[in-house]
């Protein structure tokens, strides 16, 4: 994904590509609240190596289906925007996030996702998706606020090992119709 900039300065916050060296900061925030993260999703950064191994193979070029954005408020690393199941020939992916509790309900995400999905944009994206478990409501609020759609639920869609149980998710996406025809019109003169 080198059509994305290394850092995406906003009015609070800055997001820089995600480096081995904020690895510490990260894990940090996350064994302090892995209660938390893990009743949305099934699997979570399970110690700092992991996190710094990974990374390093972003930052090494080995993976270019998934890149991370650190968050900074000044010099506090405060969460993470990511975008996962990249398809160059689409022009679409799937956005992640993940905040330390301690900031969550400051707009500090809601401004992270904004400037993501402008440079996404900007870069030629067609379809930008997040999805969620309905029962996360601040993840549903966020993804209305920051101008994603939801387009439906999927019925008994993950099982959440912490719960012992299946939960719905809530798919939201951004569809630029402009990139969607560019596009196209770029491929029908290539076929």
């Not at 500090?108 to 996360?136: P, Q």
Request: with cysteine; proline share 2%.
């Amino acid at each position: 994904m080198n059509m994305l900039p290394d850092y995406i300065k906003g009015e609070r916050i800055l997001l820089q590509r995600s480096l081995p060296s904020h690895a510490s900061a990260i894990w940090q925030y996350v064994k302090d609240n892995q209660n938390f993260f893990m009743k949305w999703q099934n699997s979570c950064w399970k110690n700092e190596k992991e996190i710094f191994d990974y990374f390093t193979e972003l930052n090494a070029g080995k993976d270019d289906k998934d890149f991370y954005y650190t968050v900074f408020l000044g010099d506090r690393i405060i969460g993470t925007v990511n975008c996962w199941d990249v398809s160059n020939w689409r022009m679409a992916c799937q956005l992640g996030y993940e905040i330390n509790p301690e900031y969550a309900g400051h707009g500090y995400m809601t401004e992270a996702i904004k400037l993501l999905v402008t440079e996404l944009i900007s870069a030629g994206f067609v379809r930008i998706k997040i999805e969620c478990a309905t029962e996360n409501i601040a993840s549903m609020k966020l993804a209305e606020k920051t101008g994603f759609i939801c387009e439906g639920i999927m019925k008994k869609d993950v099982f959440i090992k912490s719960a012992n149980r299946f939960c719905d998710t809530a798919v939201f996406a951004i569809v630029d119709e402009d990139n969607a025809t560019k596009l196209e019109k770029s491929r029908s003169n290539t076929l």
